[in-house]
């Protein structure tokens, strides 16, 4: 954003449409804003595929709450809003570590008081006295907070399209690690759906689902493929 700007306008044609005092008017505007959109999308559509693809190295995943959101986190990046990223890629690590902290005996207090603990002593405490994390899964999260913190305190000159990448790329292995189908066998008789579906507002072409066998034969004879 240019430093010398005082004043920032929303987009005109929103309230045009919304204020518009005829159908007419309305379905004019709508059309403009339909052809806005369009070209905003196609004009970046290679980028935001290149960003999507670079970020994506695993395939499968428990259907876990950190993985669903990690994909919306994803989907941001994806397209541009590489702050928003950052921020949600940190709110998932605090996600991952409540979660495991509702499973374990702990010293902290109901889950609104362990909300308001500094993030820092609940994921040493984890580390310390569970086995539920690795040590490079707290290096990973914690480095996440890291450049969350600087965004949130900046204490020295920020890139986030860089820094938004960095994170949803340690993430991704943070996931993997915790919630990731490492074994194509663990995939026998399971259902599979795009983790996308999630999102039927957004990505409403995404509804593959299926049902894996463990031979030809038996998907032969069990078609469920969406």
Same mark, same amino acid.
């Given at each position: 954003?240019?430093?010398?700007? =005082?004043? *920032?306008?929303?987009y005109?044609?929103?309230?045009?449409?919304?204020?518009?005092?005829?159908k007419k *008017?309305?379905?004019?505007?709508?059309?403009?804003?339909?052809?806005?959109l =369009?070209? %905003?999308?196609l004009?970046? +559509?290679?980028?935001?595929? %290149?960003?999507?693809?670079? @970020?994506?190295?695993?395939?499968?995943?428990?259907?876990?709450? /950190?993985?669903v !959101?990690?994909i $919306?986190?994803?989907?941001l990046?994806?397209? &541009?809003?590489?702050?928003?990223? @950052?921020?949600?890629?940190?709110?998932?690590?605090?996600m991952?570590? !409540?979660?495991?902290?509702?499973?374990i005996?702990?010293?902290?207090g =109901?889950?609104d008081n362990?909300?308001?603990q500094?993030?820092?002593?609940?994921?040493k405490f984890i580390?310390d006295?569970?086995?539920l +994390?690795?040590k490079? #899964?707290?290096?990973?999260?914690?480095?996440?907070?890291?450049? $969350?913190?600087?965004?949130?305190? /900046?204490?020295?000159?920020?890139?986030?399209?860089?820094?938004?990448?960095?994170? *949803? *790329?340690? +993430? &991704?292995?943070?996931?993997?690690?915790?919630? &990731?189908?490492?074994?194509?066998?663990?995939?026998?008789?399971?259902?599979?759906?795009?983790a996308?579906?999630?999102?039927?507002?957004?990505?409403?072409?995404?509804?593959? &689902?299926?049902? #894996?066998y463990?031979? /030809?034969?038996?998907?032969?004879?069990n078609?469920t493929i969406?």
């Amino acid at each position: 954003m240019k430093e010398d700007v =005082s004043v *920032l306008s929303e987009y005109e044609k929103i309230l045009q449409i919304k204020n518009a005092p005829s159908k007419k *008017l309305h379905d004019m505007y709508l059309q403009s804003i339909r052809k806005d959109l =369009s070209c %905003e999308y196609l004009d970046n +559509l290679d980028k935001k595929i %290149e960003r999507w693809v670079n @970020i994506t190295n695993y395939t499968y995943f428990e259907s876990k709450k /950190p993985v669903v !959101y990690y994909i $919306e986190a994803k989907m941001l990046y994806r397209d &541009g809003f590489f702050e928003a990223a @950052i921020s949600m890629a940190r709110s998932i690590c605090e996600m991952i570590c !409540y979660d495991i902290l509702n499973e374990i005996t702990h010293p902290f207090g =109901s889950h609104d008081n362990i909300e308001k603990q500094n993030f820092r002593p609940l994921i040493k405490f984890i580390y310390d006295q569970s086995n539920l +994390l690795s040590k490079k #899964v707290v290096d990973y999260i914690n480095l996440i907070y890291d450049i $969350e913190n600087n965004y949130v305190h /900046p204490k020295s000159k920020q890139n986030p399209k860089k820094d938004s990448r960095k994170c *949803l *790329l340690i +993430l &991704g292995n943070v996931i993997f690690e915790l919630y &990731g189908i490492k074994n194509i066998e663990n995939l026998i008789g399971k259902w599979i759906q795009i983790a996308y579906a999630n999102f039927p507002d957004i990505c409403d072409c995404y509804h593959l &689902g299926m049902e #894996v066998y463990e031979t /030809p034969e038996e998907a032969i004879k069990n078609p469920t493929i969406l």
